[in-house]
């Protein structure tokens, strides 16, 4: 009723204000607008909470603004799906003053969890305003170290491709593949901004085979997070050819409800390298109704794509974006160009809205497979020129256009015919980034002959060991035929 009473006035008022504001001429009109925009504000109670989560044992810091200032108004801690009664709370607080406040209300040793503050008017149990925040252990994470063995500078500031402004946290948490969730080997890892609760954009980070341990790619989970998203590492086991998508789905549905005060579904990002760079294809397009406000797909080195159609076009919702990286296939033979541009060939997405990126590197930034792993040296996380213009700098730009409608984003990390990198991504100090939507067509991207590949690792179906790409058609050129001629099916 209360604000039903306020909503009333604030219409009664605009509509003795803007009648004779109608006929006012253009100064007028101006000069009203703060007036019109003081009625129009909203006078609700506001309730916020000042960390995404909070350790078991700690404090909660409530932010409390329109307070009305009546003696017996209160601020209780609950968990989620817990009733509005006193022997629910976990801890409470009285707002006795009027307007904004901040209130630390002390926790216990709490579950991990969900929770909320509600905050109650006049002694009450009906909830006027309230939000949630999360319960859980976690454990700041170093910055990385750039450090540059041919001396190259780093990327700074607003540059992009330079670390983020924010710190970074890290949760650490059994995996909800019930398989998984005994094998500590296998938790699901969760990076995020410290600073001010909020959902956030996320990107899902899917591991390569076998790489169970987000310190892998710690350096570039921590950029990730320190521009501001949410980044869920997801190891994985049971996959290669005997892939089963439920594992994988259950994982990334249960960590999203689990972590949903800072996990923003409907902003989403799918990251990954090699197996885990293949299986981010699949999971875009299970779960076509998560990034409905923003989403993209950032695949470096991928193998397979398992659960894909076995010809033709991929189908992924609208306005999904796409960047391919791949290294020297000199140095990385294991991964197959031609499986990379199949990926990124057949499928919906527009040209102008996807880019295959090749790092040649050079004699001191060598581009082989595992260009996105971190290296440990004297005690820290480092990495160097090639991770922050080849992954950093075009994963950022991505980011920043798919999340924002950052245009500047755009035409660095998805360049169009007439913009400044379309074909060379980026230039200087010996480093280069190429960048192409017609990798057949550019003969600057290698496609080596087969017997310079691993044969375990092939596009096309010639396993030794009984695997093989169940895409295999679609690899091109095939076998011996020239890159050159117009694209054909396989047989």
Known sequence: MRKIWHGGIFLLLLFFVWTPLSACAAEDQKQLQPILQLLLADRSPHVSVLESIVPPGGEVHVRLTNMPGNPEDWVGIYPVDAPNDWNSQVGWAWVTQKGAQILTIAIGNLQPGIYEARFFLNNSFEVEEKCRFLVYESNAVPRPVYVDDAGLPELTGSEYGAMGEHEVRRVSVA??????????????????????????????????????????????????????????????????????????????????????????????????????????????????????????????????????????????????????????????????????????????????????????????????????????????????????VGLYRPLESLMRYSFAGDMRGKKIGLPEPGDAGYDVLYEQNGITVLSTDDPLGNHAVPIPPEDQLDPSYLCRQNDPNGYYNPRWRMCMPCQDTSRDIPWQQCQ
């Not at 609760?197 to 899902?204: I, R």
């Not at 260009?371 to 004297?378: D, F, G, H, V």
């Open 175 to 388: 995996s909800p593949w019930p398989g998984y969730a005994d094998d500590p080997n296998v938790n699901v890892d969760i990076y995020y901004p410290a600073g001010p609760t909020a959902s956030h954009p996320t990107v899902f980070f899917i591991a390569g085979y076998g790489m169970y341990h987000s310190e892998t790619y710690r350096s570039l989970l921590y950029f990730i997070a320190s521009q501001g998203y949410v980044c869920v590492f997801v190891p994985h086991k049971n996959t290669g050819p005997d892939f089963h998508p439920e594992i994988l789905l259950t994982i990334l549905d249960g960590i999203a409800t689990r972590f949903s005060p800072i996990i923003d579904t409907s902003q989403v990002g799918y990251a990954g390298h090699s197996e885990g760079g293949g299986l981010i294809f699949y999971l875009a397009r299970a779960r076509a109704n998560w990034g409905s406000r923003g989403r993209f797909l950032f695949s470096m080195a991928a193998w397979w794509g398992f659960n894909l159609p076995e010809t033709g076009i991929v189908d992924y919702p609208d306005k999904t974006n796409l960047i391919i990286q791949m290294g020297d296939p000199a140095y990385d033979r294991g991964t197959d160009p031609r499986q990379n541009i199949d990926l990124l060939l057949h499928n919906n997405i527009p040209a102008a809205r996807k880019t295959y990126l090749y790092l040649p590197g050079d004699a001191r930034h060598i581009a082989d497979h595992g260009i996105s792993y971190s290296t440990l040296q004297n005690g820290s996380y480092i990495y160097d020129a090639l991770e922050q």
